[in-house]
Structures are given as structure tokens and as C-alpha cells.
């Protein structure tokens, strides 16, 4: 769920900020001690919320009003609040908020990089396929494992007001 804006600046080429909201999460099976969540930890299976800012470039493959287009750039992420489930070695089961540091357990800002290709249409509606990929890990751990989330998804959409004729 999210908004964004085409502000046109050169031919076919157009800046596309966009605000959206994700829930995101992973379910793993440790094969080695791992901290975050635990080092007794034998899984875990976590869901984030999230708000992600994407600055965005489009470039229209035509100049028609239905037109495919390519867009891509850079997504900052900021993880609102997140819940966590595992299991320990011990037999107890753990479910909590997760713990989000500056500098220890997850971090909660990320980086990444967002590809999308869809098609757009002169009444003001898109579709279109993404792929999202961060670029650094979520765990702030130094000998922790690497968490970086990615995303697929397909986007319909409609623009609220399109000065296209």
C-alpha cells in the first residue's frame, strides 16, 4: 500500500517518489548459534512492519499515453516494529517484539534498491512487477549471520489525477 508522484523533467524521463508501507518477515532453521534472536535459538520466525521511501527514476519506452516503462532506483527502509517466535534448544518457545538497536540486535534503517517494469495507460492506470533488494543487513551483530530481506510483487494502481488527454 502506498502513494507516488510523477514529476516529468525531461523528455521521457521522470522523477517518481514514492511512500509505501510493507509487512515483511522470514521464517529460518539455524545450523550454528546465532545472535540476533538467541544463541540457544534452534528457528525463528519474525514480521516486520515497515515504511519505505523509494526516489525513483522512470524512463517511458514511448511517447504514447499507454506506454510500457522501466524504473529504478534507491529504497530507504525504516522498520516501524517487528514480532518474533522461536524456538530454544532448551524446549522453551520465545514470542516477543524484536529488539532494534542503533548498534546492537536489528537495526531498524535499511538500504536497498528497487527495479520495477509495468505499463501504464492514458485513464491513469498502472501495473506493474518489482523486485526489492537490501543492500545491508539488518543484523548489527558483527559475527552474526546477514539479514537482507528482498521482495517480489506485482502493483495495480491508479493515478488520482493525470493530466493526460
Not at 1 to 28: C, D, H, Q, W
Not at 39 to 59: C, F, G, S
Not at 69 to 89: C, D, T, V
Not at 137 to 143: A, L, T
Request: aromatic fraction near 14%.
Amino acid at each position: 500500500m502506498g502513494v507516488n508522484y510523477k514529476i516529468p523533467f525531461e523528455n521521457r524521463l521522470t522523477f517518481v517518489p514514492a511512500l509505501s508501507y510493507s509487512m515483511m518477515g522470514y521464517k529460518v532453521t539455524f545450523n550454528q548459534p546465532s545472535y540476533p534472536p538467541d544463541l540457544l535459538a534452534k528457528d525463528n520466525d519474525t514480521r516486520m512492519h515497515e515504511i519505505d521511501v523509494d526516489p525513483l527514476l522512470q524512463y517511458d519506452i514511448t511517447k504514447t499515453p499507454d506506454h510500457f516503462f522501466l524504473r529504478a532506483g534507491p529504497s530507504f527502509n525504516f522498520i516501524l516494529s517487528g514480532k518474533e517466535k522461536f524456538n530454544l534448544s532448551t524446549g522453551e518457545t520465545v514470542d516477543r517484539n524484536m529488539k532494534f538497536s542503533v548498534t546492537s540486535g536489528y537495526g531498524r534503517y535499511l538500504a536497498g534498491i528497487v527495479a520495477q517494469v509495468g505499463f501504464e495507460t492514458s485513464h491513469g492506470f498502472t501495473i506493474y512487477a518489482q523486485y526489492m533488494q537490501q543492500l545491508m543487513s539488518m543484523n548489527n551483530e558483527i559475527d552474526g549471520p546477514s539479514i537482507r530481506n528482498r521482495m517480489v510483487g506485482i502493483t495495480f494502481g491508479k493515478f488520482l489525477y493525470s493530466t493526460k488527454k
